[in-house]
């Protein structure tokens, strides 16, 4: 297995150029591609970035930045709403000291918020697994290199899925719908079992008992509603087609499995970096952008390497910061 390196000076301030100073709300979709590998190419890199985007996105945070921003009296300014992620234009070298400053204490197990005792973030690293009863009888099983805010209240039960893949054992409540929001959607339910997987600029959902009901956060007239046995991708401002899948024979990383179809090579990386030993990565466009489909073995890399070099014609590169695939000639 390749020694991870430390990051340079350099690979630090491009992740808070990225996500501090809006590199990402303005890259467009070949540009987070890139960004994506560049951060696989060292699992050093990931760490930093998913512990700046935490801090980043964390509540408090978010009213701190304001305040140091701002003239408003504290009182005032700890009592206002938080605005939207996508509207953040606070002084960036005001919000990027104070985020350097406190990002070393961020930690990626349960911790409360502060303000809202009911909040809770559960966190695994990669190749790290995590099954959690929650405070209503649901349970949240966390796959690999993946990251959840759990909220309930009285009138809500509210879970923001930030990076990765979960399933969720819904209990059922009726005057509490449970809902999850990843990057790309809204997604609801009463009483079901369910599998969110994020994958970069994509949301899968895979719906194995009850029924969901799902919309892409823009558009919540466009709701698709989604049975055991099915599932559905979201992708941008797009929903696509319900499609069924045979349930009795549904196998996925809690069996220690991968089963995708038709999904660019892209996604299934992101699978692969989840629970690989050494990042892997495509070399470029052309390889990122192959369909591909199968089952594999979430413990064995080079078996799915393999297979999937002699199916596509791909080339397997070692490199000192991991594994590159490229399209042969």
Known sequence: MNRERPLSEQEEQRIYRWIVHGGAEQA????????????????????????????????????????????????????????????????????????IAISITVLLQPFSTGQDPDTQVYATERQQTRHTALADGSTLDLSAQSRVAVDYSERKRHIRLYDGEARFTVAKDRERPFVVESLQASIKALGTIFNVDQRGDVTELTVLEGLVSVHPHNQPGNTRHVAAGERVRIAGDAIGRVQKFDLHNYRDWLQGLVQVEDI??????????????????????????LRVGGTFDLQDMHSNLQILAALHGLEIAETGSGIVLRSGP
């Open 264 to 289: 660019r090579l892209e996604e299934l990386l992101v699978e692969f970096n989840r629970y690989a030993d050494t990042p892997v990565t495509a070399a470029d466009s052309r390889t990122r952008n």
């Open 28 to 99: 467009d979709a070949e540009t987070h591609l890139q960004h994506q590998n560049w951060l696989q190419e060292n699992p050093a890199r990931q760490r930093k970035a998913s512990q700046v985007d935490g801090v980043w996105n964390h509540p408090d945070f978010e009213k701190a930045v304001r305040l140091v921003a701002s003239s408003t009296p504290a009182e005032a300014m700890l009592a206002a709403p938080a605005p939207r992620r996508a509207g953040h234009r606070w002084p960036l070298t005001a919000a990027a000291g104070f985020l």
